[in-house]
């Protein structure tokens, strides 16, 4: 079964950082493009920065270019999002997500996702 | 990265189909293939219900379909069922500014 499960959420004051982390199964790792999604209380989805199969390209979204940075472990079969500089417009569900097909890139749809972990950022 | 646009709300009855529409520029949907659509059920993780224009995945229903004509993207769905009942985000490749994807704004399938 093809699983993804975030962890590393919490409360956290404005200014502060956190480490979110995505464990992967069920597929092998280093084939696919990850991304990672979130979505701020009763909003949309925004999408937050994906990363390539090998790790060697990121891309970011303009909202948090120079606070964020995504990277892999593959052979820990890992994802993981540094957040720092963290801000109440910050505060959302973020989901990691597999790309659909094998290859480099991560626009061509998202096929597992995982349930989420919840950042909250608030003095 | 601006947001793609959709109908806040669709709705319609029990056997009945409905189009969905997202609309974008030539930045994206205009000029890439790279639209999908997502179903979200309150409180769940958002499911892709069609990739590149027009693909399902396998095991979604082929009463969904998706396809574009110039800068909008349509979502249909066919014989609507009370399960249908959801949340639905379109997206897309954009290559505005820095390349990157962008959601559209949502929109809400109730089923009277």
């Known amino acids: 079964e093809l699983r993804l499960l975030e962890s590393g959420g919490g409360l956290v004051q404005p200014g502060g950082s956190l480490r979110l982390s995505c464990a992967a199964s069920?597929?092998?790792?280093?084939?696919?493009?990850m991304t990672w999604v979130r979505q701020a209380p009763g909003k949309g989805l925004e999408w937050v920065s994906a990363i390539s199969g090998s790790g060697a390209t990121t891309y970011y979204a303009d909202s948090v270019e120079g606070r964020f940075t995504i990277s892999r472990d593959n052979p820990q079969n890992t994802l993981h999002l540094q957040m720092n500089s963290l801000s109440g417009e910050d505060t959302a569900v973020y989901y990691c997500?597999?790309?659909?097909?094998?290859?480099?890139?991560?626009?061509?749809?998202?096929?597992?996702w995982g349930q989420g972990t919840t950042v909250t950022v608030s003095s | 990265q601006s947001a793609l646009t959709q109908p806040a709300s669709v709705s319609g009855s029990p056997g009945q189909s409905i189009t969905i529409s997202c609309s974008g520029t030539n930045d994206d949907i205009g000029d890439y293939k790279y639209v999908s659509w997502y179903q979200q059920h309150p409180g769940k993780a958002p499911k892709l219900m069609i990739y590149e224009v027009s693909n399902r995945p396998s095991g979604v229903s082929d009463r969904f379909s998706g396809s574009k004509s110039g800068n909008t993207a349509s979502l249909t769905i066919s014989g609507l069922q009370a399960e249908d009942e959801a949340d639905y985000f379109c997206s897309s490749y954009t290559s505005k500014n820095t390349p990157s994807y962008v959601f559209g704004t949502g929109t809400t399938v109730s089923v009277l």
């Open positions: 997500a597999k790309a659909q097909g094998p290859g480099p890139y991560y626009y061509n749809g998202m096929d597992v």
């Open positions: 069920g597929f092998i790792f280093s084939n696919y493009a």
